[in-house]
């Protein structure tokens, strides 16, 4: 089951928690992988694995848009805000990269 929670962060840590919202997918993905193998002597035990696959790559389809949502509503946020404390974030932004 899933649901759908809200969490609350300051505007200069969306894009690390972007980041971790995709790196979890590729390591999602990398374990899905990992599991596809026909095995033709356990048709049914195949079956139920690719069906476990599915649910995760739905997963994965979830949390994309998840990222998606957060990027467009950061944008829309940034480029709202006053050009002093657009260029103060861009700062904030750079001095993380540098880290």
Request: glycine share 2%; charged share 30%.
């Amino acid at each position: 089951m899933k649901v759908k929670v809200t969490h609350t962060i300051d505007v200069n840590e969306v894009p690390k928690f972007v980041n971790q919202i995709v790196a979890d997918c590729r390591f999602i993905l990398e374990q899905q992988c990992s599991k596809m193998d026909v095995k033709l002597h356990d048709v049914p035990g195949t079956v139920e694995e690719f069906k476990y696959i599915v649910t995760n790559l739905n997963l994965v389809q979830d949390k994309i848009e998840d990222a998606v949502n957060i990027i467009v509503g950061w944008s829309d946020a940034v480029n709202s805000l006053p050009a002093d404390i657009t260029k103060s974030l861009e700062t904030e932004e750079q001095e993380d990269e540098d880290v």
